[in-house]
């Protein structure tokens, strides 16, 4: 089945450092999404993205939509505690419309 | 985006037993979908819920287990069946329209 493969699989870093993951896949997606999900929270959505090549921004969020359809990218500018959390990637593949592929998602932890 | 409830937001129940998830969503929603996060894994798709129709379920999951009900574009309920503690997730409910979903704050479910 298809698979979206995310990376890093964790990160621990100091306040105030950029941070960026990614997420691939060997198949075309017409969608890609970025969540953010705390403990005892569900995914909240951050970034859609809808064309190839889209470079979206939410506050100090920055997501694009890679060229090939195969792959989107999630950044975060000057990190803050409360940027803690799982970052998920999710896609809607282009062979199956309106279902939603998750990555494994990114562990974010920021030291003060 | 949709308010989205979920009740009980967490149970402990014994194996053998089985629980009916509720979600309300603030508005007429087309579209209603329920996940299974399993313990620091990702979202897995279990089905997505027809209104008026039999749920669509995806492939290793099947309505004896997890029977779904979808009376109006508002209310959906997901039952656990027959339980055991490889049950053990957070279940999620999410509406969207096949591309963008947001998601209830989860039901937090151990099986003893």
């Known amino acids: 089945g298809q698979q979206l493969n995310q990376s890093p699989q964790s990160m621990f870093i100091q306040e105030g450092e950029d941070v960026s993951m990614n997420c691939t896949s060997s198949?075309?997606?017409?969608?890609w999404l970025w969540y953010k999900q705390e403990p005892g929270e569900g995914p909240v959505l951050l970034i859609a993205l809808y064309k190839a090549g889209e470079l979206t921004s939410n506050g100090r969020l920055t997501a694009q939509f890679g060229i090939t359809r195969k792959d989107s990218f999630l950044n975060i500018s000057a990190s803050i505690p409360s940027d803690v959390g799982i970052y998920f990637c999710a896609g809607v593949p282009s062979s199956n419309t309106g279902k939603l592929i998750f990555g494994q998602g990114t562990t974010l932890q920021v030291k003060p | 985006s949709a308010v989205i409830s979920q009740k009980p937001s967490r149970d402990i129940c014994q194996r053998g037993t089985s629980l009916t998830i509720q979600c309300q969503v603030d508005s007429q929603v087309t579209m209603m979908f329920w996940y299974r996060q399993q313990p620091g894994q990702s979202l897995t798709l279990i089905a997505t819920a027809n209104q008026g129709s039999e749920a669509t379920y995806e492939s290793g999951f099947v309505i004896d287990k997890f029977p779904i009900s979808r009376p109006n574009l508002t209310f959906s309920t997901l039952t656990v069946s027959n339980m055991s503690p490889e049950d053990s997730s957070i279940y999620l409910c999410?509406?969207?329209?096949?591309?963008?979903?947001?998601f209830g704050p989860g039901t937090r479910l151990t099986v003893t």
């Open positions: 999410s509406v969207g329209d096949g591309y963008e979903q947001y």
């Open positions: 198949s075309i997606f017409n969608t």
